[in-house]
C-alpha cells in the first residue's frame, strides 16, 4: 500500500535561512508526488507537483522540490525562508486512479526573526 | 483560480444532533469530490470520494451510515454528520476536481471545525 513520511514533525529556522523539508514514499508504480501548505485553521494549497518530466519541480513562493527515485525522496526546499512561510506543510503521493491522495503527517515550520 | 467553498468554517452542536457540511466549487463543475477528516497534529485522512449524481465510496473503517454524503449536482456536496458524539470532534476538509485524473487539478476548501458537546 502507499505511504508518506515526513520524519520531522517540528522544524525550526531563521529567518532569511535555507530550508529542507524530507518527504519519502512507499509505492509500487509511478508516483505523483504533491506538496501542500496549510495555514491554521485553513486548507490546503498546493505548492508544487511532480509527475512526469523534470525532476526538479519549481512551485509558488519560491519553493521547489527534487524527485529522486533512487531513494523514493520528495524533498521540499527554499533559498530563503520568510517569517509568512511559517506554517503546515503536507507531502502526498497520489493513486494511479480517482485523483485520491495520501498524506504524510505533516511537518510544522516555525520561522524566527 | 478555482474556488471551493465550504459552509459552515465553525460549528458547535449537542451530542446526539446532526450537522450538515457543504462543499460547493464556485467556478466550475466539480465531478468528484473528497472529503477528509483532520484530527489535532495529524494528517489528512480520506473518509470519502463522490461522484456527482451516484453513491459515494467510503473508505475502509469510516461508517456511511454516520458519515452520509450527498452530492446531487456538479458544484455541491454536502457532509452529514449523523447523531454526532464528541469523538467526531475534528476538522473536516473537502476537495473538488474537473475529472478523476490526477492531472486534474484539485482544489481544496478552508474546512469546517466540528466541535460536539
Known amino acids: 500500500a502507499q505511504s508518506v513520511t515526513q520524519p520531522d514533525i517540528h522544524i525550526t529556522v531563521s529567518e532569511g535561512a535555507s530550508l529542507e523539508l524530507r518527504c519519502n514514499y512507499s509505492?509500487?508504480?509511478?508516483?505523483?508526488l504533491f506538496w501542500y501548505v496549510q495555514s491554521p485553521g485553513q486548507g490546503l494549497q498546493l505548492l508544487l507537483k511532480y509527475f512526469s518530466g523534470d525532476t526538479l519541480v519549481q512551485g509558488i513562493k519560491g519553493f521547489e522540490a527534487e524527485f529522486k527515485r533512487s531513494q523514493s525522496s520528495f524533498n521540499l526546499r527554499k533559498p530563503s525562508v520568510h517569517w509568512s512561510d511559517a506554517a503546515e506543510y503536507f507531502c502526498a503521493v497520489g493513486v494511479e486512479y480517482g485523483n485520491k491522495l495520501v498524506f504524510g503527517a505533516g511537518t510544522i515550520l516555525r520561522v524566527k526573526s | 483560480g478555482a474556488v471551493v467553498s465550504q459552509h459552515p468554517s465553525r460549528v458547535i452542536c449537542k451530542s446526539g444532533t446532526s450537522v450538515k457540511i457543504e462543499c460547493r466549487s464556485l467556478d466550475f463543475q466539480a465531478t468528484t469530490m473528497f472529503w477528509y477528516r483532520q484530527f489535532p497534529k495529524q494528517s489528512l485522512m480520506l473518509m470519502a470520494t463522490?461522484?456527482?449524481?451516484?453513491?459515494?465510496?467510503?473508505e475502509q473503517g469510516v461508517e456511511k451510515d454516520k458519515f452520509l454524503i450527498n452530492h446531487a449536482s456538479l458544484t455541491l456536496s454536502t457532509l452529514t454528520v449523523t447523531s454526532a458524539h464528541p469523538e467526531d470532534s475534528s476538522f473536516y476538509i473537502c476537495?473538488?476536481?474537473?475529472?478523476?485524473?490526477?492531472?486534474?487539478?484539485?482544489?481544496f476548501g478552508n474546512g469546517t471545525r466540528l466541535t460536539v458537546t
Open positions: 463522490s461522484n456527482e449524481g451516484s453513491k459515494a465510496t467510503y
Open positions: 476537495s473538488a476536481t474537473r475529472g478523476a485524473e490526477l492531472s486534474s487539478p484539485l482544489h
Open positions: 509505492y509500487g508504480a509511478t508516483p505523483y
